[in-house]
């Protein structure tokens, strides 16, 4: 079994509090082969070779390592410069509404998209259904209004894909998952099917409803792929709308099951996800 050695969060991030050092994970991230010492004082704008060093000292370990005289990031020198650029720490981003012709499911309203805090929302303006999720700003910097919704329906799949894996969103540990809601069909009206996903690390809970999760699985992907609907350019709401049909049903109460049909012509693909949030028993039938 893999061993985990945790550092003080303290020291290490005290560690990088200093502007000279941020300077040297950068220049690092730009050298994949490494840079000897003299290579490194170089690149980087201080004039004191002691102070330089001291500095260097200070992040040997945690974020840099030397092997053979020379320097080159560790992974979590590595995961710091990526979240700097990503502007995980630093950056804010907002962009004012923009209304899509993605018409909602549950009811007559359209789907609009908003970046509040870091977070997407792709939701109908008149009941509120849809999806919220974190979104890097760089992730969308420089995207035009009109990519926008596709780019983020991209980053969304991203992320429907880590939690389908077994992946906390916030910090990539273990999963625990179960399906927590089924379908009531004598419901005035309908609610999804809702998978939870629940980090058995940092706390963090996701969840997906049973549709969605079934919509990223590679069988029904490709099943939607040949009737040419793609799911990294539109919300899954959309990709159902343009299905001939599509069902999600509680098929038992104890353990929960339910199973998820879409159909397009004459062929359907069906899946049955099982109490534990696993997506099972995957069919395409009427395939030529
Ligand atoms: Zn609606
Ligand atoms: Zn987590």
Redo the contacts with the bound molecule.
Sequence with gaps: MPTVDRQPAVSMFSSLANETRLTILDVLADASSGLSFSQLYDAVPIDDTGNFNYHLTQLTGSFVRKQDGIYKLTPGGTEIVGALVAGTFDADLSINPIPTDWE?L??D?HFTVRCVDKRAQLR?D????GSIFSVPPNAVESISKEDLPTTLIQWYRTQMQHLRAGFCHRCSSQTDRRLVEGVDPDADTPTPSVVRFDCRCCGASASMSGATLVTFHPVVEGFFRQHGLETNRQHPTQVWRALDSSAVQTVSENPLEVEVHFSMGEETVSAVITATGCVEDVRRVGTT
């Design positions: 909602c549950q009811c309203g109908c008149t009941c509120g259904s």
